[in-house]
């Protein structure tokens, strides 16, 4: 029984305890679960109450930051439009950031691995994160040339692949997707699914 519950719970018990003919002996234990609970009902009220209160500065301190962005932005704006050489902005005490240069071609997904999945017919799999990926295609194949069938798209460079026939071999592959196209796939690995 969770804290809340059990407060009126334990209430009930020390009043149709205390004064009961048939648990005249149990007096001492009886008051001492009286106080004790007493005590818990303090403690969660105060608790409660400082969750609430919690709640209210977290909202305060939000509402200050989105009101001292705006104020940097404002003030950021405003020396853009008297200067845009760096170093009389960095003169006022901002820090500059160059512009993204781009990724280019992206890489074969490196240390593609393969591993047994936690449910039947599944297998998990992993590669090596890059910067610039838009999202990555895990295929999968009875045989090593295919013919292949999606099992996955997504940013994540890892994912399970489920529907695979258990105990049976397969092969799977990997590519990463960017601005400026397709990765080569990967080699193809085999693994036997769950």
Request: charge should be negative; proline fraction near 5%.
């Amino acid at each position: 029984m969770s804290v809340a519950p059990s407060i009126p719970y334990f209430k009930k018990i020390t009043g149709k305890m205390t004064g009961n003919a048939k648990f005249t002996d149990l007096a001492t234990e009886t008051a001492a679960l009286g106080s004790a609970t007493g005590a818990l009902d303090t403690a969660n009220t105060n608790y409660e109450k400082s969750k609430s209160d919690t709640a209210q500065l977290l909202t305060l301190r939000d509402n200050a930051y989105a009101a001292t962005s705006d104020a940097a932005h404002t003030l950021a704006n405003g020396a853009q439009k008297i200067t845009t050489d760096a170093s009389d902005l960095q003169s006022g005490g901002w820090d500059l950031v160059s512009d993204a240069t781009p990724v280019g071609q992206l890489s074969v997904p490196a240390n593609f691995h393969a591993t047994s999945g936690d449910v039947s017919g599944s297998v998990d799999l992993g590669w090596d994160s890059q910067r610039g990926v838009q999202a990555h295609i895990g295929q999968w194949a009875t045989s090593p040339s295919g013919p292949w069938t999606q099992g996955y798209v997504g940013k994540k460079s890892s994912c399970t692949i489920t529907g695979l026939p258990s105990g049976v071999e397969s092969w799977f592959r990997v590519q990463a997707n960017g601005a400026a196209g397709p990765s080569d796939w990967t080699g193809p690995i085999v693994k036997r699914a769950t």
